[in-house]
């Protein structure tokens, strides 16, 4: 299952709930304001980087770039897609859970 998390975890707590029901060797991709989630040395990061231990996380490349963040504030584990990496993770891992 792909799980999807576009919401900043500084406003929402969609990233918090999805990685409470994600299964093991789930995969989740953080885009638009999720990708905040991403960087480094932050209150979540502790989370994240536990995250990246169960489940195959991704973020989406242009809205790093869109928001400021470069590839080495991303947390170590987390794989950059471009948006083509996007379309590979739903035909991949569907069905797609967004959490809003």
């Not at 409470?20 to 980087?49: C, F, N, P, W």
């Not at 470069?70 to 083509?84: C, K, L, N, P, T």
Request: aromatic residues 8%; negative net charge.
């Amino acid at each position: 299952m792909l799980h999807t998390v576009n919401k900043s975890p500084f406003e929402r707590t969609a990233l918090a709930t999805c990685l409470r029901y994600a299964r093991s060797g789930d995969a989740i991709l953080l885009y638009e304001d999720g990708v905040y989630a991403a960087r480094k040395a932050q209150t979540t990061t502790a989370d994240v980087v536990a995250a990246a231990a169960k489940f195959k996380l991704f973020v989406l490349g242009p809205d790093l770039e869109a928001r400021g963040v470069a590839a080495d504030q991303v947390i170590d584990g987390i794989r950059i897609v471009d948006y083509e990496g996007f379309v590979d993770l739903v035909a991949e891992n569907g069905p797609v859970q967004a959490w809003l």
